[in-house]
């Protein structure tokens, strides 16, 4: 997945398999306990964060529709630039 594909936070998504939408509220999220990096964390839609036992990491692959695509400007582009030079030196 290149960086300049992710979709921007509020982004509202159904994934494969699911009933219920969720709400895109982060973007590069890693689960420490199981040591794995994710594209995305979401919280269900409309309701919003609930709780931690309700946020879900997943990754663009698992989308299966994009309801509604989130916010872009010209901070969200040069946050998109940053974590593309971010995960270039990562990667060295």
Known sequence: MEIKDLLPIGSIVLLSNAKK?????????????ADKEYDYIGVPYPEGNIGSEYQYLFNHSDISAIIFRGFEDIEYQNFRSALTDYFAKKNI
């Open 21 to 33: 939408k969720l709400m895109i509220f982060g973007i590069k999220q890693s689960n420490e306990d």
